[in-house]
């Protein structure tokens, strides 16, 4: 499977608190993609990092690539309880540009 | 950004029917188009690979004659689960992809959450 590893599989955190997701995946790639759902929902684009950036920030969000370790991490400041939701990592993969998911974050902010 | 439709939003049918459902690209063509299935708190699971005028791709383990998939146009992709069971029950969920000079962005549906009784 080219499915990502994701961690923590669940975060629970009081509002205001950081919240740090990390992913991990097993090819090389071109950019790697966060996502995230809210509960039975589609899912929205939050934002891209290409393969030769290592930082990258939109609004609360803050995104690293390692890509040595083959690892990005999503982190959220200043955290709402609007944020809870799931988040997962993408990557392209294969023939055809396939969009692969992670396994996922269960983020639970409390108010 | 653009637009991904997805129809309908949820379905309850009876086990042995079938159910079909839609993904329109609204503002752009989408020559390919990604099917996707979820289960409760799992990750989105990629099932097929959706060719405007050709066949799709399936992944492994995905039964092609189970799960039909029509892209007749280049806005259109349909997916039908034919003879349904309740292990088919699932959240379904279709991806477009929009090229641009900058590379491509992936827009989603909003899901279609099946239950069949």
């Known amino acids: 499977s080219q499915q990502g590893e994701e961690d923590p599989q669940a975060l629970s955190i009081q509002e205001g608190e950081n919240a740090t997701m990390n992913c991990s995946y097993k090819?090389?790639?071109?950019?790697l993609q966060w996502y995230r759902q809210n509960s039975g929902r589609g899912l929205v684009h939050l934002i891209l990092?290409?393969?030769n950036e290592r930082e990258k920030h939109s609004g609360r969000l803050r995104v690293t690539l390692d890509t040595s370790k083959k690892s990005s991490s999503l982190l959220i400041t200043a955290s709402r309880a609007a944020d809870t939701a799931s988040y997962f990592c993408?990557?392209?993969w294969g023939y055809g540009n396939k969009l692969v998911f992670g396994a996922g974050t269960i983020l639970r902010v409390k108010s | 950004g653009a637009v991904v439709s997805q129809h309908p939003s949820w379905v309850i049918c009876k086990s042995g029917t079938s159910v079909k459902i839609e993904c329109r690209s609204l503002?752009?063509?989408?020559?390919?188009m990604f099917w996707y299935r979820q289960f409760p708190k799992q990750s989105l699971m990629l099932m097929a690979t959706?060719?405007?005028?050709?066949?799709?791709?399936?992944e492994q383990g995905v039964e092609k004659d189970k799960f039909l998939i029509n892209h007749a146009s280049l806005t259109l992709s349909t997916l039908t689960v034919t003879s349904a069971h309740p292990e088919d029950s699932s959240f379904y969920i279709c991806?477009?992809?929009?090229?641009?000079?900058?590379?491509?962005?992936?827009?989603f549906g909003q899901g279609t959450r099946l239950t069949v009784v």
């Open positions: 991806s477009a992809r929009e090229w641009t000079l900058f590379g491509t962005e992936a827009f």
């Open positions: 503002d752009f063509q989408a020559t390919t």
């Open positions: 959706s060719n405007e005028g050709s066949k799709a791709t399936y």
């Open positions: 090819t090389s790639i071109n950019n």
């Open positions: 990092i290409r393969s």
């Open positions: 993408a990557t392209v």
